[in-house]
């Protein structure tokens, strides 16, 4: 009876994992999938070494099937895009409503030799500060939408922003645009993503709609970039129905899929799992992605090496 007590609850989440029924206080438990396949490999162990035959075949099933979701992400892919045209670096990071440290993120943007910045949680102090720590020599174009809440956005660039504007979502998130243009490259289309985040039963369908409402990748028209704090993981349906759309996740796609970008970082008791994400176009190709960190701030910025399409 304990080995199917234990076996079942792994099927149940593969089961729901699996088929995207990510409903409900669901969404915030399957976030932390990674480690469940963890917990239901030495579940299925167990049992193998119980000689519980019944309950080791479903844990086993079970394991098996978590293991095809989740280790793709650890694994660099063959195929990381084609393009051959110039290098964009991006960096993305979410400054927690201010509470950040501007002069280390102007050190990243410095170190790493950023092209677009995008920002989430952006307050109209944290634009005053990286301006006092010279942001404004470094990437002179910006598309900035300061709000004292969660719900400001940023994006900033080396190179020369147009068609800029600033998506509102219904839950009152905003998220900056507007198309790089970077010589000798197609035009890029990015954006600083910051749905919702499903923080409890009265925001769910927030969450969802504002996932819904983020642009699809369009294999005939513009070449999307989306950067930022999706908060979503490769576990929640909703984002890897955007991906399958035409976009490739940096982290994915270059085997570091499972480092975590959220969790304890502002001394939360939170197993780190990934929020912030690159989503590229496939017609961008995906050269690197690293995982930083930024004072001040519960998540941890993504740093990406694009290669861009020529014109």
Same mark, same amino acid.
């Given at each position: 009876?304990?080995?199917?007590?234990?076996?079942?609850?792994?099927?149940?989440? !593969? /089961? %729901?994992?699996?088929?995207?029924?990510?409903?409900?206080? &669901?969404?915030?438990?399957?976030? @932390? =999938? *990674?480690? #469940?396949?963890?917990?239901?490999?030495?579940?299925?162990?167990?049992?193998?070494?119980?000689?519980?035959?019944?309950?080791?075949?479903?844990?086993?099933?079970?394991?098996?099937?978590?293991?095809?979701?989740?280790?793709?992400?650890?694994?660099?892919?063959?195929?990381?895009?084609?393009?051959?045209?110039?290098?964009?670096?991006?960096?993305?990071?979410?400054?927690?409503?201010?509470?950040?440290?501007?002069? !280390? /993120? %102007?050190?990243?943007?410095?170190?790493?030799?950023?092209? &677009?910045?995008?920002?989430?949680? @952006? =307050? *109209?102090? #944290?634009?005053?500060?990286?301006?006092?720590?010279?942001?404004?020599?470094?990437?002179?174009?910006?598309?900035?939408?300061?709000?004292?809440?969660?719900?400001?956005?940023?994006?900033?660039?080396?190179?020369?922003?147009?068609?800029?504007?600033?998506?509102?979502?219904?839950?009152?998130?905003?998220?900056?645009?507007?198309?790089?243009?970077?010589?000798?490259?197609?035009?890029?289309?990015?954006?600083?993503?910051?749905?919702?985040?499903?923080?409890?039963?009265?925001?769910?369908?927030?969450?969802?709609?504002?996932?819904?409402?983020?642009?699809?990748?369009?294999?005939?028209?513009?070449?999307?970039?989306?950067?930022?704090?999706?908060?979503?993981?490769?576990?929640?349906?909703?984002?890897?129905?955007?991906?399958?759309?035409?976009?490739?996740?940096?982290?994915?796609?270059?085997?570091?899929?499972?480092?975590?970008?959220?969790?304890?970082?502002?001394?939360?008791?939170?197993?780190?799992?990934?929020?912030?994400?690159?989503?590229?176009?496939?017609?961008?190709?995906?050269?690197?992605?690293?995982?930083?960190?930024?004072?001040?701030?519960?998540?941890?910025?993504?740093?990406?090496?694009?290669?861009?399409?020529?014109?």
């Amino acid at each position: 009876m304990l080995c199917w007590v234990a076996a079942v609850p792994f099927a149940v989440w !593969a /089961l %729901v994992r699996g088929l995207g029924l990510d409903y409900g206080p &669901v969404i915030q438990l399957i976030a @932390f =999938t *990674p480690y #469940v396949t963890g917990a239901a490999l030495v579940v299925a162990l167990v049992t193998l070494a119980l000689r519980r035959w019944w309950p080791a075949v479903l844990a086993v099933l079970a394991a098996v099937a978590l293991t095809a979701m989740v280790l793709p992400r650890a694994v660099p892919d063959a195929d990381r895009g084609t393009a051959e045209g110039p290098v964009l670096r991006v960096l993305t990071a979410n400054v927690l409503g201010g509470g950040a440290e501007t002069d !280390a /993120l %102007v050190a990243l943007v410095r170190e790493h030799e950023v092209d &677009v910045l995008a920002i989430q949680e @952006f =307050t *109209p102090d #944290v634009g005053t500060g990286l301006y006092a720590h010279g942001l404004g020599t470094l990437l002179p174009y910006r598309q900035v939408s300061p709000i004292n809440s969660a719900a400001g956005s940023a994006l900033y660039s080396r190179y020369p922003l147009t068609e800029t504007g600033v998506r509102v979502h219904s839950s009152e998130f905003t998220q900056a645009y507007g198309t790089v243009r970077v010589p000798g490259a197609a035009p890029v289309l990015a954006e600083s993503v910051h749905p919702m985040a499903p923080w409890g039963l009265p925001v769910l369908d927030d969450w969802r709609e504002d996932l819904g409402n983020l642009p699809r990748a369009t294999p005939d028209g513009p070449i999307r970039l989306l950067l930022g704090d999706f908060n979503s993981t490769l576990d929640h349906s909703p984002l890897r129905a955007l991906v399958a759309s035409g976009y490739r996740d940096a982290a994915d796609a270059t085997g570091r899929g499972l480092f975590g970008t959220w969790g304890p970082y502002d001394g939360a008791l939170i197993p780190p799992v990934q929020l912030d994400h690159v989503l590229a176009d496939e017609r961008i190709r995906v050269e690197s992605m690293q995982v930083l960190r930024l004072p001040g701030s519960d998540h941890r910025p993504v740093f990406a090496t694009l290669q861009l399409p020529r014109p």
